[in-house]
């Protein structure tokens, strides 16, 4: 009776914790399938709002700073040619090769963390974009699993020129300023379609750190990023 009654209870417990397990792994898939579904209307529908929009508003409203938020969506036809070579060039330069993560260059980055060297990034356009659409600027290796699993998803359902028209578009290019209208307005006083080369490499230069870098400051980086336009045939 005794071994009975114990079979049965830990029974019982191997039931509820397959049942637990199976709830956790049924609310996961329900969480990934949001920002998956809002990647598919993507191909459609342009994002209104990001996470790093909204993580920017929360920040100047937690610390009682003033926030003005700069966003206009263009169509890619109407961003220079320059720009979108620019920001591929500085940020990418494999992002129409690969389908999503650029394995030569996440190799070299473990390397040069394995020697010991200046940690680098390795995180391509499509990456950038989704963590800019729903994780913000935070880290984490849940937001890390996140995104690799959506990387695939904007690959498949966006392609490759409207990955390119979102980023351009939703990217932080300075307080408050997203999207290449806003920021070729503000730094240079013109429309996106009208940046020449070197506004267009000072531009990009500055996207890896926004919120400190300006265009007119990034003289060696920019011609780096002139120069790799070059090579690439741009």
Not at 152 to 162: D, H, M, N, S, T
Request: glycine share 6%.
């Amino acid at each position: 009776m005794i071994e009975t009654s114990d079979a049965s209870r830990n029974l019982r417990r191997k039931r509820s914790l397959r049942s637990i397990l199976k709830w956790i792994v049924i609310g996961l898939a329900l969480l990934w399938s949001i920002p998956a579904l809002i990647l598919v209307a993507a191909r459609w529908i342009n994002p209104p709002t990001t996470a790093v929009h909204i993580q920017r508003r929360l920040q100047a409203w937690a610390h009682g700073t003033p926030y003005h938020k700069r966003y206009e969506f263009l169509p890619l036809s109407q961003i220079s040619p320059h720009l979108q070579h620019a920001v591929v060039a500085a940020e990418d330069a494999r992002f129409y090769q690969h389908h999503g993560f650029d394995w030569h260059e996440i190799q070299i980055a473990a390397e040069d963390d394995l020697e010991g060297g200046r940690s680098r990034g390795a995180s391509t356009i499509t990456q950038q974009l989704v963590k800019n659409l729903f994780f913000g600027t935070g880290r984490s290796v849940l937001r890390k699993g996140a995104e690799v699993t959506l990387v695939p998803v904007a690959e498949f359902v966006l392609g490759k020129r409207r990955i390119l028209e979102i980023y351009l578009n939703v990217v932080e290019w300075g307080p408050g300023i997203y999207g290449a209208e806003r920021a070729c307005r503000y730094y240079d006083g013109t429309a996106a379609r009208n940046v020449d080369r070197e506004q267009a490499a000072r531009l990009a230069a500055i996207l890896p750190a926004p919120l400190k870098r300006r265009p007119e400051r990034m003289n060696r980086y920019s011609n780096l990023i002139l120069e790799r336009m070059r090579q690439m045939g741009w």
